[in-house]
C-alpha cells in the first residue's frame, strides 16, 4: 500500500524557515517523480515544487521561486522541501504528491494527508 | 506561466449527466488531469493522459479534450460525486513547471 506521510508543519514568525519531511513508503521511491502541493484555508490547489525521480530537474511555482527548495533522500525514502523567508501568504496545508512518472507530469495518483503551515506573528 | 479557468460551481441532478470545464493555451500541448477531493481531505486523481482511470475510479467519469477546453464527464451523477474538481497541466513553455484550475464546485441535487 502506498503512504507518503507529511511532517514538519507548525507555526511559524514570518521571515522564519521551516523545513518539511514526507515519508514515503509501498513503492519504489526512486523511480518515481514526486511534488509539493499546497491549499491555504478555504481556497483552491496550488502546485508548489516539483523533482524527478533523480533530483535531475526541479521546478518551482513563482510564487516560491528563490525561496523554497526541493531535495529528495533514496536511502531514506524522502521528499523534503525547505522554506526559507515564509511570508503570511506561504500559509496553507502541504502536500506530498506521487508522479505516475519518473521525470515530469501533471498526474500525481497518490497524495499524502497534509501538514500545515501557518505564518503568522 | 499559463492559466488554468474552471467554472466556480456547476450543480446536476441525480443520476443525470455533468461536464466539467477547464480552459487554457497550456492544454493545446498538454494533456489535462482531473482530481476530485471532498472536505477535509487530500485530493484523488479520477483521470489522466487522454482519458485513463486509476483504478477504482467508477467509469462513470470519462475525460475529453478539444482545442484549449478539456473536460470531465460524469454519467449519471451519484450524491458521492458532489466535490470539488481541479484540473490541472503542465506549462505550456515546457518548463518543469504545474499549473492547476481553480476548482468546480460540483453540487449533486
Known amino acids: 500500500e502506498v503512504q507518503l506521510v507529511e511532517s514538519g508543519g507548525g507555526l511559524v514568525q514570518p521571515g522564519r524557515s521551516l523545513r518539511l519531511s514526507c515519508a514515503a513508503s509501498?513503492?519504489?521511491?526512486?523511480?518515481?517523480?514526486m511534488h509539493w502541493v499546497r491549499q491555504a484555508p478555504g481556497k483552491g490547489l496550488e502546485w508548489v515544487s516539483g523533482i524527478s525521480w533523480n533530483s535531475g530537474s526541479v521546478g518551482y511555482a513563482d510564487s516560491v521561486k528563490g525561496r523554497f527548495t526541493i531535495s529528495r533522500d533514496s536511502a531514506k525514502n524522502s521528499l523534503y522541501l525547505q522554506m526559507n523567508s515564509l511570508r503570511a501568504e506561504d500559509t496553507a496545508l502541504y502536500y506530498c504528491?506521487?508522479?505516475?512518472?519518473?521525470?515530469?507530469?501533471?498526474?500525481?495518483?497518490?497524495w499524502g494527508q497534509g501538514t500545515l503551515v501557518t505564518v503568522s506573528s | 506561466s499559463s492559466e488554468l479557468t474552471q467554472d466556480p460551481a456547476v450543480s446536476v441532478a441525480l443520476g443525470q449527466t455533468v461536464r466539467i470545464t477547464c480552459q487554457g493555451d497550456?492544454?493545446?500541448?498538454?494533456?489535462a488531469s482531473w482530481y476530485q477531493q471532498k472536505p477535509g481531505q487530500a485530493p484523488v486523481l479520477v483521470i489522466f493522459?487522454?482519458?485513463s482511470r486509476p483504478s477504482g475510479i467508477p467509469d462513470r467519469f470519462s475525460g475529453s479534450s478539444s482545442g484549449n477546453t478539456a473536460s470531465l464527464t460524469i454519467t449519471g451523477a451519484q450524491a458521492e460525486d458532489e466535490a470539488d474538481y481541479y484540473c490541472?497541466?503542465?506549462?505550456?513553455?515546457?518548463?518543469?513547471?504545474?499549473?492547476f484550475g481553480g476548482g468546480t464546485k460540483l453540487t449533486v441535487l
Open positions: 490541472n497541466s503542465r506549462d505550456s513553455s515546457g518548463n518543469p513547471h504545474v499549473v
Open positions: 493522459g487522454k482519458n
Open positions: 504528491a506521487k508522479d505516475i512518472r519518473s521525470g515530469w507530469s501533471q498526474e500525481f495518483d497518490y
Open positions: 497550456s492544454l493545446r500541448s498538454y494533456y
Open positions: 509501498g513503492f519504489t521511491f526512486d523511480d518515481y517523480a
